[in-house]
């Protein structure tokens, strides 16, 4: 029998490109797709002739029983909620608790590793990411088994939001540490979607998941290789300017730091443990060509 794999948060930027790649699964008959939604989530998405199953959840302290019969046969359950249900997500934890049939919950993190010394460092990231934190906390209290995902950078985010000196119309550049020769890793949306659709379509792959953390990204760039992409698609060089640490530091203690301790792990290539997964058979897109779209 295939696996059941149910999935909270189908609506999301991450959350679309997981539910359309395990829809596929399931046309192919690789699993049995459940689509966990709260009250008023939209449903319209989800196809009424595929025999995937919508169950209502409620990620309160009195929904817990709910929720725990909604996800009683899932195999996995993958949760790729936003910012604003992290938190919610402990009622998930608890909600699977003593499930027989549970092999791993994999949570919503596609974030990195974060040491103890970065959370140090940057006081914002306790906010976001410590809630993340304490979702896996809970999870291990609880003796829930879990799966982490860590992504780097969503490649939309990295070129679109210019929030790591990288500013694709406005050509322009800017160098940190080492950055012009570490590499960044970079995640596209339908790149993730297959890769976790991939993890979780097959028993022996499943097998495999409890306990682990997974190093998931499909382009890895030096800051000299943006540049070279830069001057290719404009014609010219961009114009270089470079950040400085007093910068970083100050930045590092506001609400941005989140994005000054990203910057950090390319400069000084702070990724952490963790060898890239080789995920199924993917060609990702040329860099050129993502960085064209920004354009
Ligand atoms: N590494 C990176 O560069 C990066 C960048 C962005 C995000 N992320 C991470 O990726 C994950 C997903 O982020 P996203 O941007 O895709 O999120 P998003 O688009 O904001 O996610 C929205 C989804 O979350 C669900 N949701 C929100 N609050 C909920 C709650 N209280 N209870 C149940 N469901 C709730 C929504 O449900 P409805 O359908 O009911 O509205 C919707 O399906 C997060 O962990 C985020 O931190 C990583």
Not at 170 to 199: H, M, S, W
């Amino acid at each position: 029998m295939s696996p059941t794999i149910a999935l909270l948060g189908h609506n999301g930027k991450v959350g679309v490109s997981v539910f359309l790649n395990l829809l596929k699964a399931h046309r192919e008959g690789k699993i049995a797709l459940t689509v966990l939604h709260r009250e008023g989530s939209d449903l319209s998405k989800v196809p009424t002739d595929a025999g995937v199953e919508t169950r209502l959840i409620d990620l309160s302290e009195t929904g817990v029983e709910k929720t725990k019969s909604a996800v009683k046969d899932a195999d996995v359950v993958i949760s790729t909620v936003g910012n604003a249900g992290l938190k919610a997500q402990e009622y998930l934890v608890q909600a699977l608790v003593g499930s027989s049939k549970l092999k791993t919950f994999i949570h919503s993190d596609f974030g990195n590793n974060w040491t103890q010394a970065e959370y140090a460092a940057a006081p914002g990231l306790a906010v976001g990411i410590g809630l993340k934190e304490h979702v896996a906390a809970k999870a291990k209290e609880l003796g829930v088994p879990i799966t982490n995902i860590r992504i780097g950078v969503l490649a939309p985010f990295f070129l679109g939001h210019k929030v790591l000196g990288t500013y694709i119309k406005e050509n322009k550049f800017q160098t940190f540490r080492n950055n012009l020769t570490n590499p960044i890793r970079l995640t596209n949306f339908d790149y993730l979607g297959y890769a976790v659709a991939y993890l979780v379509s097959d028993e022996s792959r499943i097998a495999q998941l409890p306990g682990q953390t997974y190093q998931i990204y499909d382009v890895e760039v030096t800051g000299q290789q943006v540049i070279d992409t830069l001057t290719k698609v404009h014609g010219q060089a961009p114009e270089i300017t470079a950040l400085a640490e007093e910068e970083f530091e100050k930045t590092l203690k506001t609400p941005l730091g989140l994005f000054a301790a990203v910057y950090a792990k390319w400069g000084s290539n702070l990724w952490g443990e963790g060898e890239k997964l080789a995920v199924g058979e993917w060609t990702p897109k040329p860099f050129e060509d993502q960085v064209k779209q920004f354009i």
